[in-house]
């Protein structure tokens, strides 16, 4: 049995590993080095405690207690805006450090990620191919399985209603769905006074803007 631990980029601290786990599955990404027919263990989950890295000091030591003998440095350092400055020095430290493995990704790059990151000088100079390696395996159709809905709602528009359509513009020009305006309603505030939900006043303009929101992101996003 193969045992690794996932350290993540802080500015994602919150995230609940699902990318992650899902391509461990799978075998994608950076975790195609494992075979289907390894079975691979989990030991250690933690974030590099924000730049520069204090966490990555500590965090492996307990990785490796639990048995890790590679630690992966997960893709949200490589993809972030801008990637992490430091993924050579985390990934020297912590081999010369522990004597681990030290493989740098874990779920495939989502392919808009890609495809933004290589219009960027940067990405070039870092070398990110190189640093990265066995994060560049995956075809296309991986890569695309692995990007993230988003969609924008647009909150008190007719506040400012030139605001809003600039928004919108802007949206477009990305290729990011608009799906939906929620006005200004007072009746929101009384919610909050009354520690409900706008959902308890489906009538009103707020509430059944939400309403329809909610009903297209599950149409376009989580209905099988």
Not at 38 to 44: D, K, M, S, T
Request: proline share 5%; hydrophobic share 35%.
């Amino acid at each position: 049995m193969k045992k690794i631990g996932i350290i993540i980029c802080s500015r994602y601290q919150s995230c609940g590993g699902g990318k992650c786990l899902r391509a461990l599955r799978e075998r994608v990404g950076a975790f195609s080095i494992y075979t289907p027919e390894e079975e691979v263990e989990l030991v250690g989950y933690s974030n590099c405690g924000g730049c520069p890295g204090g966490n990555i000091e500590y965090v492996p030591e307990e990785m490796i207690k639990n048995g890790a003998e590679t630690i992966h440095l997960a893709t949200g350092f490589v993809v972030g805006y801008p990637p992490c400055p430091y993924i050579k020095e985390f990934k020297e430290f912590i081999k010369s450090r522990y004597e681990a493995n030290v493989v740098v990704g874990t779920h495939p790059i989502p392919i808009k990620y890609y495809n933004e990151h290589k219009k960027l000088s940067y990405w070039e100079k870092m070398n990110m191919t190189e640093i990265a390696a066995d994060l560049f395996h995956d075809d296309e159709s991986i890569m695309k399985d692995y990007n993230v809905g988003c969609a924008v709602c647009i909150n008190k528009f007719d506040v400012n209603e030139d605001t809003a359509n600039e928004i919108e513009s802007y949206c477009i020009d990305l290729s990011v769905p608009v799906i939906g305006r929620i006005p200004y309603d007072g009746t929101v505030v009384k919610a909050v006074n009354r520690c409900q939900s706008i959902a308890c006043y489906p009538d009103s303009p707020a509430g059944k803007a939400i309403a329809s929101i909610w009903e297209k992101i599950y149409n376009s996003y989580l209905r099988g």
